[in-house]
């Protein structure tokens, strides 16, 4: 909310928070992390978006006009969380400072890792188990209730284990839902193992007791493994379509009729969302580093 406090989070490859890390804000503001891996400032009272810098890694954030906090009839949250990965909470009367804020998952503390007066970022505590799940949101003045579904998600290996040269199928698991979900894997170990669709790849559930997705792969060379697995989020298309626009203003002449035509394409066509997704993935990756590359990138995990 623009030129109100909002909480930076800054996470390292092992998904804990970094303490001491430097952020530069597009704006000009330095930052840096606190023990807590976060740090506070106020969001610039005027533009459209903000852009945060540290260690190589850029991130984009839209910003809204300042509005007076009123209670929120409901907050609003994804229906599906994964114990291990941070999720959003959004609605009026929240705090910029994290710390301000307090979220309890089935009773149990969660923490709050960034913040804003109309979202929160929260990681679950260790000990959740999956299932139906009961959210307690309390800020300086409001108090409510929200129900979600936790789950986990968990690999089965090939059995027997693969030898350099053979392929396979690794199996992903859910636990805590019978829906069909979207999952996004990265393979980690390129080297040892190959993902035969591509080392970032998109998998749906079969939904069910047994709730299993399966990623063709095969041995290259023997040795450990790794991967990451997460829920893929539902599109948020009105931000997809501002950083689009956004976007916009900073690309070359010759793209900009380009990212205009994607983003009223998105206002009038929103079923085909994905399809867009994938013609803003192919001109992100020619983009070379810097704020378009960021808004493009933002742009793309919006939808």
């Given at each position: 909310m623009a030129g109100h406090p909002a909480t930076v989070a800054v996470l390292g490859v092992d998904g804990k928070l970094a303490p001491g890390v430097k952020v530069t804000l597009s704006d000009g503001e330095a930052l840096v992390t606190d023990r807590t891996g976060r740090a506070v400032f106020n969001a610039p009272p005027t533009g459209d978006y903000l852009i945060a810098k540290g260690s190589g890694a850029s991130v984009a954030a839209l910003i809204d006009p300042a509005v007076a906090a009123s209670e929120p009839e409901a907050i609003a949250l994804p229906p599906i969380v994964s114990i291990r990965d941070r999720f959003w909470i959004c609605g009026a009367g929240l705090q910029g400072s994290a710390d301000q804020n307090s979220v309890r998952i089935n009773g149990q503390a969660a923490a709050v890792i960034a913040a804003s007066p109309v979202c929160l970022v929260a990681?679950?505590?260790?000990?959740?188990?999956?299932?139906?799940?009961?959210?307690?949101?309390?800020?300086?003045?409001?108090?409510?209730?929200?129900?979600?579904?936790?789950?986990?998600?968990?690999?089965?290996?090939?059995?027997?284990?693969?030898?350099?040269?053979?392929?396979?199928?690794?199996?992903?698991?859910?636990?805590?839902?019978?829906?069909?979900?979207?999952?996004?894997?990265?393979?980690?170990?390129?080297?040892?193992?190959?993902?035969?669709?591509?080392?970032?790849?998109?998998?749906?559930?079969?939904?069910?007791?047994?709730?299993?997705?399966?990623?063709?792969?095969?041995?290259?060379?023997?040795?450990?493994?790794?991967?990451?697995?997460?829920?893929?989020?539902?599109?948020?298309?009105?931000?997809?379509?501002?950083?689009?626009?956004?976007?916009?203003?900073?690309?070359?002449?010759?793209?900009?009729?380009?990212?205009?035509?994607?983003?009223?394409?998105?206002?009038?066509?929103?079923?085909?969302?994905?399809?867009?997704?994938?013609?803003?993935?192919?001109?992100?990756?020619?983009?070379?580093?810097?704020?378009?590359?960021?808004?493009?990138?933002?742009?793309?995990?919006?939808?």
């Open positions: 990681l679950p505590g260790t000990n959740l188990k999956p299932g139906a799940a009961s959210i307690d949101v309390e800020a300086p003045g409001v108090q409510w209730s929200a129900e979600t579904t936790l789950v986990s998600l968990d690999f089965i290996p090939p059995n027997p284990p693969l030898k350099p040269g053979e392929k396979g199928d690794l199996l992903v698991h859910v636990d805590g839902s019978a829906q069909k979900l979207g999952i996004v894997a990265h393979n980690q170990t390129p080297g040892v193992l190959k993902f035969l669709r591509g080392d970032a790849q998109e998998v749906l559930t079969g939904g069910g007791t047994e709730n299993i997705a399966s990623l063709r792969v095969q041995a290259l060379a023997s040795g450990d493994f790794s991967f990451g697995a997460r829920l893929l989020p539902s599109p948020n298309l009105s931000s997809a379509q501002r950083y689009l626009k956004a976007a916009q203003a900073l690309a070359p002449r010759d793209s900009q009729h380009k990212l205009a035509e994607l983003a009223e394409r998105l206002l009038k066509h929103p079923k085909e969302a994905s399809e867009i997704r994938i013609e803003v993935e192919r001109i992100e990756t020619t983009t070379i580093a810097g704020a378009l590359k960021t808004l493009l990138e933002a742009a793309e995990d919006a939808l």
